[in-house]
């Protein structure tokens, strides 16, 4: 027989694992009900920005379908008791609607308008892309209300987040920049 220590040990383990793998489970279901996404809101067919309730979504999700309800929403507080008729856009497909997905897939497989440098992946926490307006000016998504950005993506040309600093800095301090032709150099050699 084992003794009373050992098998108290194996039966914290247990649990243990148990907790892990539910705070696992709510933690990916918190990631994936996060963020702004934009929908056509059913009452003007106007596109409006709602965030999910990631966390009632995450709890209810471990018994299968997540219960899905708005944290808010750029027509609230006016319409604050409506419906949330819009969540029926959400529940089929949550990440088509996440406007970090469309930006990212938006951005795919373009190149810099300035640089000329392709898009393959960026971090939109800490090095986002830009835009550059028809009349020139460099903008950062921080400009637009989520809600704008189905006209902003067929008026705006996109730009590497090093031209969106290096532009950004020499339309706001003109007097602090030198341009220089570049060095002659040796040819490119024919390899």
């Known amino acids: 027989m084992l003794p009373p220590e050992v098998f108290l040990l194996g039966a914290l383990v247990l649990v243990g694992l148990a907790a892990l793998y539910v705070l696992a489970r709510l933690a990916t279901a918190w990631l994936e ?70 930006l990212s897939d938006w951005y795919q497989g373009k190149h810099c308008a300035l640089c000329g440098r392709p898009f393959h992946w960026f971090h939109w926490h800490d090095h986002q892309p830009g835009l550059r307006a028809p009349n020139g000016a460099i903008r950062g998504w921080d400009d637009f209300k989520p809600e704008q950005v189905i006209d902003v993506l067929t008026t705006h040309a996109p730009i590497c987040w090093d031209c969106r600093v290096a532009e950004g800095f020499r339309n706001e301090h003109p007097e602090l920049v030198i341009d220089r032709p570049p060095r002659p150099g040796p040819p490119p050699s024919m390899a």
């Open 33 to 102: 009900y996060r963020g702004k996404r934009v929908v056509v809101c059913p009452e003007n067919r106007s596109l409006v920005a709602v965030e999910l309730d990631a966390v009632h979504a995450a709890l209810t999700a471990r018994r299968g379908r997540a219960d899905l309800r708005l944290e808010t929403c750029t027509r609230w507080p006016e319409k604050l008791g409506c419906g949330q008729e819009c969540l029926g856009q959400l529940e089929g497909a949550p990440e088509a609607c996440l406007l970090r997905n469309m």
